[in-house]
Nanobody, 125 residues
Framework: QVQLVESGGGSVQAGDSLRLSCVASGGTATGYDMGWFRQAPGKEREFVAAIRYNGGHTDHAESLKGRFTISRDNAKKTVYLQMNNLKPEDTAVYLC??????????????????WGQGTQVTVSS
């Protein structure tokens, strides 16, 4: 019922910046918590960042704090991930995820039930 579409990925050099976007459509009037995850080939999907349905609370993976920032514009039904000072180890498919804001603010993959197809980010030295 909810469709999420990511964009903004690409191939960049180390030290560059990118801003990913995720546009939502469908669903009900219920607010949605949103998150970003990433997955590199042969590795498990890992949490990047999450944001409360109203933007009032955010959480970022500890190792990414200071470089990555999640934000949202509910009028545009869009969530963003600003990525600065990119490093080769950031290379991965970045996935947008969502869930109805029904209670807590868990950040594990299992707490999100809507997923986009992902956008590739490749960082070269």
């Amino acid at each position: 019922q909810v469709q999420l579409v990511e964009s903004g990925g690409g191939s960049v050099q180390a030290g560059d910046s990118l801003r990913l976007s995720c546009v939502a459509s469908g669903g009900t009037a219920t607010g949605y918590d949103m998150g970003w995850f990433r997955q590199a080939p042969g590795k498990e999907r890992e949490f990047v960042a999450a944001i409360r349905y109203n933007g009032g609370h955010t959480d970022h993976a500890e190792s990414l704090k200071g470089r990555f920032t999640i934000s949202r514009d509910n009028a545009k039904k869009t969530v963003y991930l600003q990525m600065n000072n990119l490093k080769p180890e950031d290379t991965a498919v970045y996935l947008c995820a969502g869930r109805p804001a029904l209670g807590g603010f868990g950040t594990a993959t299992r707490f999100f039930n809507y997923w986009g197809q992902g956008t590739q980010v490749t960082v070269s030295s």
